[in-house]
């Protein structure tokens, strides 16, 4: 969190550009990143998975919970159910063709099932950016790089 606070971000758009710049800096450089946002708008979803780097293949990833598990995770860290209905009527479906990969999470054999899918499907032969097709950026370069992205400072 950029502002160390919970939802919502007093300035989303600038939150956002940020990440995009820092996701353009590290697709540049070879890297494959994930973007780790709750955007339930689709306007706000394809902003982050749009860039001018090529190649690049998007991939959304939804999480989904039931919703009784959800309200009970809440209920637990918040006192009240308030993000889980602000957020449902926040909710866009994303669009048709999109590539999205579901991911459900009730528990955690349920999570590591997901995750073991996803991890399969990221390293495929048919996935275009497994990490043995990228040179790894040293220490230094990796300093380099975000310098050059903060402007020199």
Not at 77 to 87: C, E, F, Q
Not at 111 to 130: C, G, N, W
Request: charged share 25%; with cysteine; proline share 7%.
């Amino acid at each position: 969190m950029f502002f160390a606070e919970d939802f919502p971000c007093r300035d989303e758009y600038m939150t956002y550009s940020m990440i995009a710049e820092m996701r353009d800096a590290l697709l540049r450089f070879g890297y494959s990143t994930v973007i780790d946002s709750t955007a339930p708008f689709n306007v706000t979803r394809q902003f982050l998975l749009t860039t001018r780097v090529k190649p690049v293949n998007p991939l959304l990833v939804v999480f989904t919970v039931d919703r009784p598990v959800l309200l009970e995770r809440t209920m637990e860290k918040y006192g009240d159910d308030a993000p889980v209905s602000s957020y449902e009527k926040r909710w866009e479906n994303p669009p048709k063709g999109f590539p999205i990969f579901k991911f459900k999470s009730n528990n955690e054999a349920e999570f590591d099932d997901y995750y073991a899918r996803l991890q399969e499907l990221l390293q495929s032969e048919t996935h275009p950016f497994k990490p043995e097709f990228h040179s790894a950026l040293s220490s230094n370069g990796i300093r380099k790089a975000l310098k050059s992205f903060l402007g020199g400072r």
